[in-house]
């Protein structure tokens, strides 16, 4: 009805909504150990821990083939679902090699494509590339110099043949030290690289799936601007694999969650980025 699609996550990798921790919790509870006898407890346990593989496909399975109470289609048939993504923002943190994401990305991936062919399919990536990275010529473009040890890479990552659209992210505000002009520049850069790298490595669309930008209200309307021109044709630089954007997010102003830390030799304390209503 009305055009509406819904978009829909299975896991969030962040502790405070459970995510990938809390399976790894549950397989530590169960008496899972580690290839070499250790404890279960660190997030990266996740992508490696067998209880939480099983539990995680069994979750799958089950919300594929929910249905849907009100008009009795089974989510795996259901038209108002656009896409599934399997995970957002998935970290392997240390994995130098990256095998450990990729593998795990195969094999869910091909896992939930066999129960659901339907529906277009991804993970939540941020964007990165990695040391090893199958693209090495753009391993410069990330913004921080941590973002090659996060475990995963554009372009590998994508390649996987039971993926049906590529993911990035942009956190200006959160990976910069630098001017809002130059916020800007990296943005556009960022957006164009990842359609390039997606016309000439893989041939697939590349939705913007999160991005957002703090205040003043002047410089975060002309980032929403430029960002909407750069990620959606025709006005994309590579409108080919432009497949759109999302901004996080939109709440009431009642709601407003802080983060406090060290950025740039700084103390700072802001709100997530949000379009209130």
């Known amino acids: 009805m009305n055009g509406v699609r819904i978009y829909i996550f299975d896991l969030p990798p962040h502790s405070f909504a459970g995510g990938a921790m809390a399976y790894v919790k549950w397989a530590h509870a169960a008496g899972e150990q580690g290839p070499n006898g250790e404890q279960l407890r660190r997030r990266e346990d996740f992508f490696t821990s067998n209880m939480c593989r099983t539990w995680f496909k069994q979750f799958v399975s089950m919300m594929l083939s929910r249905t849907n109470t009100v008009t009795q289609t089974s989510y795996r048939d259901d038209a108002s679902i656009f896409a599934w993504e399997l995970i957002n923002e998935p970290r392997v943190m240390g994995d130098g090699s990256g095998?450990?994401?990729?593998?795990?990305?195969?094999?869910?991936?091909?896992?939930?494509?066999?129960?659901?062919?339907?529906?277009?399919?991804?993970?939540?990536?941020?964007?990165?590339?990695?040391?090893?990275?199958?693209?090495?010529?753009?391993?410069?473009?990330?913004?921080?110099?941590?973002?090659?040890?996060?475990?995963?890479?554009?372009?590998?990552n994508f390649q996987t043949r039971s993926l049906d659209l590529a993911c990035i992210h942009i956190w200006v505000d959160l990976w910069l030290c630098c001017d809002e002009v130059c916020k800007l520049k990296f943005a556009e850069r960022w957006i164009a690289g990842h359609l390039e790298a997606s016309r000439d490595g893989f041939d697939k669309p590349v939705l913007l799936e999160e991005f957002g930008k703090w205040k003043p209200l002047d410089f975060r309307d002309a980032f929403f601007r430029k960002t909407f021109q750069v990620s959606l044709p025709p006005n994309s630089p590579v409108s080919s694999h432009a497949g759109g954007s999302l901004f996080w997010h939109m709440t009431r102003p009642s709601i407003r969650t802080t983060r406090t830390g060290s950025r740039c030799r700084r103390k700072w304390k802001a709100r997530w980025p949000a379009l209130y209503l």
């Open 99 to 156: 095998d450990t994401l990729q593998e795990w990305i195969e094999d869910m991936s091909a896992f939930a494509k066999g129960l659901d062919e339907k529906h277009l399919l991804t993970v939540g990536s941020e964007g990165f590339y990695g040391s090893w990275s199958a693209d090495s010529q753009r391993k410069d473009e990330n913004p921080v110099n941590w973002a090659e040890t996060m475990g995963g890479d554009f372009t590998r």
